[in-house]
């Protein structure tokens, strides 16, 4: 079976996000004043082949762990779905 | 003693490293192909600058599942000497030789220009030729240069910095700081000493015609650590 792994990469609370800042003062300046914060991530798509759901979804923590995302300063979050053909 | 200097696909300090060292130092030098699992027998291995595999992802979070990094992480483990510049900083810090992690430049921008450095250590084998203090002159080039170390590490990391980014009298301020980094750091040491990672570029300094050679001596150190350390 075919799976879709939607993966978000975020900085982790408190560490310091220049292109979030950047473009919050981008917005400012267009003058959308009510933005407060702007913070920046990563969004990945992953098509792999899997047995069933869960297993997709372990595969997919795995690449987080080891490759897709550095502990030390980011964390994410992902959702597995099916892709029907 | 013979160094290596390790070539990904997109570093571009290579061929400056291997000049400095080769040419200008007159040591025994090879490049070190990252595909290759074998390290040549080097006796120091230099992780150069550039943007290995397009700083894709994350600065260095590719580079450090090259088959060379494996040979490079067991020759760090068993005391062996390495020094990451600026991306080779980045690739020991993703690959958990170093700690800590790289964010964007305070600004937001790449920033190229010679910066002063003060020497916070001098008892290592990369900076034995250094007075204890002394500021020195090394130039910068890099895009994601603000060193981040989390609350729970920085005490023990804080005994590890090597140079800091400082002021022409070697002051210490956040407006010499050109990258957010913290704490001023602009190259830290491993537990045991043995591996060194630093923004600025060395190579880059290693003669007066390019308006520093304060640089060069950072190699210096290491061949004559080597020596002292064959005869004893």
Known sequence: ?85 | MKFGVVVFPGSNCDYDCYYVLSQVLKAETVFIWHEDRSLKDCDCIVLPGGSSYGDYLRAGALARFSPVMEAVQEFAESGGLVIGICNGFQILTEAGILPGAFLPNRGGRFICCPVYLRVENNQTPFTLLFAPGEVIKVPIAHRQGNFFIDSLHQEEVKKRIVFRYCGPQGEIDSCYNPSGSWENVAGIVSGQGNILGLMPHPERAAEKIVGSEDGRRVFLSVIKWWEEKKWK
């Open chain 1, 1 to 85: 079976m075919k799976y879709r792994g939607k993966v978000v990469i975020t900085l982790k609370p408190g560490v310091f996000d220049p292109k979030g800042a950047t473009i919050c003062n981008a917005l400012h300046a267009l003058s959308y004043r009510e933005v407060e914060e702007v913070k920046t991530g990563k969004y990945l798509e992953i098509i792999l082949e899997s047995e069933n759901c869960s297993q997709a979804e372990k595969r997919i923590q795995e690449m987080c762990d080891r490759l897709l995302c550095n502990s030390v300063i980011e964390s994410y979050s992902y959702q597995v779905e099916e892709v029907k053909s």
